[in-house]
């Protein structure tokens, strides 16, 4: 097993008075040679957005995009006709494939939203346009980790063009896990949303990623409260 932990301070900030945004991976203004990306995971953005500013309608293709809201609403507007709000124990995906156009907003004019924005590179070029708005069971996540996101082939609760397995669990103090990879061809990032964790024998804090690969079991103890996010992601990135 080998495994590179990512503290959230190293992380690249932007500012951009009404989006706080700190990327694990180099993304717009942020480069690190070292942080490109982890295998298929192209982008981890922790974002906070201003009580009713947000980002206006934009394209995408060929990528699939993942909002984790983590307070807050989101309110969402895309070229395929979808159009509401997300919230905090929801999930949106959207597969951009040939491509799409779609604004996210702050749903609110009174308060922050904050959510988690990943992408993932497909591993099929131009497929059709899709999206799904997934609401969870808060209380299937207490003290299990939960396939949230799959592909198609081996669905969770929605599924994305990737042979992923993203997994979210909230685990009290003292609860000990561990998780075994979908492919031993794999490989783990943990993304600590909230709370403390020794996992593979490191200790994480609140916004902490850890990097893992050649292993087949990641042993996880929870050291306080916690909220942690396991990306099962493919290493070999598919070139079209």
């Not at 916690?226 to 079209?240: E, G, H, K, N």
């Amino acid at each position: 097993m080998k495994t590179e932990i990512h503290p959230a301070e190293s992380r690249g900030h932007a500012n951009h008075g009404w989006l706080q945004s700190a990327h694990t991976f180099s993304f717009a203004n942020y480069y690190n040679p070292k942080r490109m990306h982890f295998g298929a995971l192209r982008v981890l953005n922790d974002d906070r957005v201003a009580p009713g500013m947000g980002f206006g309608t934009h394209p995408h293709d060929n990528m699939e995009i993942i909002s984790i809201p983590l307070s807050g609403t989101l309110a969402h507007k895309d070229s395929m006709g979808h159009q509401g709000y997300i919230q905090k124990g929801e999930i949106q995906v959207m597969s951009a494939g040939a491509g799409i156009r779609h604004s996210e907003m702050n749903g609110s004019r009174e308060e922050e939203v904050s959510f988690l924005q990943i992408w993932v590179m497909p591993n099929q070029k131009n497929v059709a346009p899709r999206y799904d708005q997934i609401r969870l069971d808060e209380s299937e996540l207490k003290n299990n980790f939960v396939a949230v996101i799959g592909s198609a082939e081996q669905p969770a609760k929605t599924w994305i063009h990737q042979d992923v397995r993203f997994s979210l669990g909230y685990l009290d103090a003292g609860i000990i896990k561990t998780y075994n990879l979908s492919k031993k061809t794999n490989g783990v990032y943990i993304f600590m949303i909230e709370g403390d964790a020794e996992v593979a024998g490191e200790n994480l804090s609140r916004r902490d990623g850890l990097a893992i690969v050649e292993a087949d079991t990641i042993n996880i103890l929870a050291t306080s409260d916690a909220r942690i996010l396991i990306m099962d992601i493919p290493l070999q990135v598919s070139s079209f």
